[in-house]
């Protein structure tokens, strides 16, 4: 069992910058992919890359590719979303998630944490 819990959502305006963190706590956790996914309203979960115990993240979709970085620490195996030029359509709820597995489909992630709000403004 893994729990997760995400941090760092907020309102912020187009070309603004935030970064969500994700706290998982269980056992071997350096094991898992540690991944996000977003959902905006009336709309499909997007899958927004994954990270492993080391390297880098990979999997970004086109769009977010080049705003988006994903990075872990293994001090404490928080993961972090760093998200820059942020524009209106990626208001959505941000969802940290993990697995054994390295996984593009949203929906096959084992573990999932409530939700972070992030909405930007134009």
């Known amino acids: 069992q893994v729990n997760l819990v995400e941090s760092g959502g907020g309102v912020v305006q187009a070309g603004g910058s935030l970064r969500l963190s994700c706290v998982p706590s269980?056992?071997?956790?350096?094991?898992?992919?540690m991944a996000w996914i977003r959902q905006a309203p009336g709309k499909e979960r997007e899958f927004l890359g994954a990270?492993?115990?080391?390297?880098?993240?990979?999997g970004y979709p086109d769009s977010v590719l080049g705003r988006f970085t994903l990075s872990r620490d293994k001090d404490t195996n928080t993961v972090y979303l760093q998200m820059n030029a942020l524009k209106p359509e990626d208001t959505a709820v941000y969802y940290c998630?993990?697995?054994?597995?390295?996984?593009?489909?949203?929906?096959?992630?084992?573990?999932w944490g409530h939700g972070t709000q992030v909405t930007v403004s134009s």
């Open positions: 269980g056992r071997a956790l350096s094991t898992y992919f």
């Open positions: 990270i492993g115990w080391s390297g880098p993240g990979i």
């Open positions: 998630v993990a697995d054994l597995r390295f996984l593009r489909t949203s929906d096959d992630y084992e573990f």
